[in-house]
């Protein structure tokens, strides 16, 4: 069944939200726009959307072959999925599993301790405050989730941390840490937005090679950039 593009509904950093001729879902276009410091770095890399998009639809396939309920349909081109809408909750899950980014700048935790269990933080997206931490009472005080609603997201991302971890494992790679977003339908918890190098931190677990955008963050050419999220790629989707 192939579906009819509507208008834009959203446009953030890196990705375009259009509406679809069913309105119980949407279109995720993923631009080939690559940011960081909250966008104040911004470059183009030519074939980045379709390598995240293919990533995040494979990743997010797993994860619902595992039964951790998330937004993903299917693939509508190259650079586009078709999702639930969502009603989005604007808070940022991080999951880590090794100590790095800005964990060990806030906390006296040494760069690469392995955490004994998964630590989970949140982040509320509010740009004009710089995004800042925040815990399920604010979660709860803000009126952004309830305790149930917490507690539902914090099951689902230890759950897909599980499942990411191993598939990863599988393939010789390590998931350092990661972010979630989450949203609603039908009074349902959902993972939404995207699963790729943009928002995890994925080494060759023999070698330590940087698989993701600290390569970016960190000052790398826009073509070893390419040339990381290519391997990932390969490695996550073609084999
Ligand atoms: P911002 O939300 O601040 O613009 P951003 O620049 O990171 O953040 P992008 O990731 O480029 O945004 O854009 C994707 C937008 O689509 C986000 O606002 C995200 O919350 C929204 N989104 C992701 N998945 C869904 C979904 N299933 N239904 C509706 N909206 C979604
Ligand atoms: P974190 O170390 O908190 O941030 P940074 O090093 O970028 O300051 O990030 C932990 C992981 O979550 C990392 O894989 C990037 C991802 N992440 C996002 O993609 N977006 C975000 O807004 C945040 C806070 C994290």
Known sequence: MSHKVGGLIASGKTKLVYS?????????????????????KRDVIP???????????????LLKENNVHNHYIKMYDPSSLIV???????VEVVCRNVAT????KRLPITEGTVFDSPIIEFFLKDDARGDPMINSWHMMALKLASKCEIDEIVELTLRANDVLKKFLSSRGLML????LE????NGEI??????????MRVRDASTGKVLDKDLYRKGASLDEVK????ELYRRIVET
């Open 47 to 61: 074939g980045k959307g379709s390598l995240n998009a293919g990533i995040s639809a494979r990743l997010f396939q």
């Open 101 to 104: 980014g800005s964990i060990v």
């Open 176 to 179: 350092l840490d990661f972010k």
């Open 84 to 90: 639930r809408k969502l009603d989005m909750i604007p």
């Open 227 to 230: 040339k990381a999220y290519e």
């Open 20 to 40: 679809l001729d069913d309105p119980s879902l949407v279109l995720l276009r993923f631009k080939d726009d690559v940011t960081a410091l909250d966008g104040k």
């Open 182 to 185: 989450f949203g609603r339908r």
């Open 190 to 199: 959902l993972i939404g937005d995207e699963l790729d190098p943009d928002c």
